[in-house]
């Protein structure tokens, strides 16, 4: 599995556009970038994920470079429930999910 | 909604014992995975399982066994609890097949051994 970089802590303004970056240069043709969050003593959750393409869903967008070796996660509106830790995964279509130690995002009033 | 469920937030156990953790599902999926967490290394896979009684090993099975007899079940046990097995545990499950499907997480136990 492709191995990915991402800042250790970034900080937002509530209100503002949060954009979270991941550098996965190694990534294969068939790999998925995948997001997920980790709200403090909760569990992971799923956020969006792409293979080429922009994608967008309810809780955010998901822009890939065009040679696939990074992509930005956006929260659009962030606020303070969007303090946690950000996960970018990068796997081809099956299950297994290694998580590195992600991006803390504080999002401030 | 997609709902796991795990038995317990918070287990206290003693250096020997044996532990069971439970995890429900009830979507149907197919898969189901055992993750442990800890402070600066992240999550790691300890087991998964694609169907009812088969397990494949994950990234640090050493120490744990598991048990998948239904389809929404899956039990993560250690045989003989140690210290360094102090953690958080999560589990996940999601759809089989091929295909990029996301992982949904339970709230997690986190599992303290004296």
């Known amino acids: 599995d492709a191995k990915t970089t991402q800042p250790p802590s970034m900080d937002c303004a509530e209100g503002r556009a949060a954009n979270l970056p991941c550098n996965h240069s190694t990534i294969s043709g068939n790999e998925y970038v995948y997001w997920y969050r980790q709200i403090h003593s909760q569990g992971p959750q799923y956020i969006i994920h792409g293979l080429k393409n922009n994608e967008t869903n309810e809780m955010a967008s998901l822009i890939i470079t065009e040679d696939r070796k990074s992509s930005t996660l956006i929260l659009p509106h962030a606020t303070l429930r969007d303090t946690a830790v950000y996960y970018c995964?990068?796997?081809?279509?099956?299950?297994?999910?290694?998580f590195g130690t992600g991006t803390r995002l504080q999002v401030f009033p | 909604d997609v709902k796991v469920t795990q038995s317990s937030r918070y287990l206290v156990k003693r250096t020997g014992e044996k532990v069971f953790l439970e995890c429900v599902q009830d979507m149907d999926h197919e898969n189901m995975f055992w993750y442990r967490q800890d402070p600066g290394l992240g999550l790691r896979l300890i087991y998964f399982?694609?169907?009812?009684?088969?397990?494949e090993k994950g990234d640090i099975p050493e120490g744990y066994s598991v048990s998948r007899e239904k389809k929404e079940r899956f039990s993560l046990i250690l045989e003989s609890a140690s210290t360094n097995q102090t953690s958080m545990y999560l589990c996940?499950?999601?759809?089989?097949?091929?295909?990029?499907?996301?992982?949904?997480f339970g709230p997690g136990t986190r599992l303290t051994v004296t």
């Open positions: 995964i990068v796997r081809p279509n099956t299950d297994k999910l290694i």
């Open positions: 399982s694609y169907d009812v009684k088969m397990k």
């Open positions: 996940a499950s999601s759809l089989g097949g091929s295909g990029a499907y996301e992982q949904y």
